[in-house]
């Protein structure tokens, strides 16, 4: 009933920049917490960038001052701003959302399909 649906990964060089996107829809009450995770090849998954629906952001260290997350509550849509990519940012992205849906009684972890981000020359 509830699904997130990222985009705007794809093939930068490096020293680009994209901006990823990922919409929350179904039946929701409330979008708390969203995030961006990713994983490349061979590695576990890790958090990259997190933020509360109202509140202060998080960040990998690995990607502070390079990433900026943002969110529209009234969109229930969380954005990534990646500058400055490095060939090691290459991974899936994945979109994570803490949130109630209408009608029920608790929070919910829901993720995304991901995104390929791709930084190489």
């Known amino acids: 009933q509830v699904q997130l649906v990222e985009s705007g990964g794809g093939l930068v060089q490096p020293g680009g920049s994209l901006r990823l996107s990922c919409a929350a829809s179904?039946?929701?009450?409330?979008?708390?917490?969203m995030g961006w995770y990713r994983q490349a090849p061979g590695k576990q998954r890790e958090l990259v960038a997190s933020?509360?629906?109202?509140?202060?952001?998080n960040y990998a260290e690995s990607v502070k001052g390079r990433f900026t997350i943002s969110r529209d509550n009234a969109k229930n849509r969380v954005y990534l701003q990646m500058n400055s990519l490095k060939p090691e940012d290459t991974a899936v992205y994945y979109c994570?959302?803490?949130?109630?849906?209408?009608?029920?009684?608790?929070?919910?972890?829901?993720w995304g399909q991901g995104t390929q981000v791709t930084v190489s020359s």
């Open positions: 179904g039946s929701i009450f409330r979008v708390n917490t």
């Open positions: 994570n959302a803490d949130l109630w849906v209408l009608g029920g009684a608790r929070w919910y972890d829901y």
């Open positions: 933020i509360p629906h109202e509140g202060i952001t």
